[in-house]
């Protein structure tokens, strides 16, 4: 439970942290906060999917090793995706900075 709510508020302070009030802001003193949260968020969901892919996928190889080669591509596809959007979250943590 304290989990969640700790996900909850560092999710809640991030998004206050990216709030733009319409004014242009020469600096944003939170920018620097804000992408370093969303990368790291970013990477810890990515490792749990990523995880949690290849425990799946050698569960099965291990339960039928004929298998193996349907199971093989389709999760290394999963993991480049789960990858792509840490990246696409890193991207966009920098484009956030600079504008």
């Known amino acids: 439970m ?10 809640l302070i991030a998004g206050v942290a990216m ?12 920018a620097s906060l804000a992408a370093g949260l969303a990368i790291g968020i970013a ?8 995880g949690k892919t290849a425990t799946a996928a050698l569960e099965g190889i291990a339960r039928n090793p004929s298998a193996s080669g349907k199971i093989f591509v389709p999760m290394i596809i999963g993991l480049a995706l789960i ?10 943590a920098f484009v956030k900075i600079k504008t």
């Open 2 to 11: 304290i989990r969640i709510l700790v996900s909850l508020l560092v999710f």
């Open 19 to 30: 709030a733009n009030d319409g004014a242009a802001v020469a600096s944003d003193p939170y």
């Open 43 to 50: 990477a810890f969901g990515g490792s749990l999917g990523q």
């Open 83 to 92: 990858e792509s959007l840490v990246l696409y979250a890193f991207v966009i």
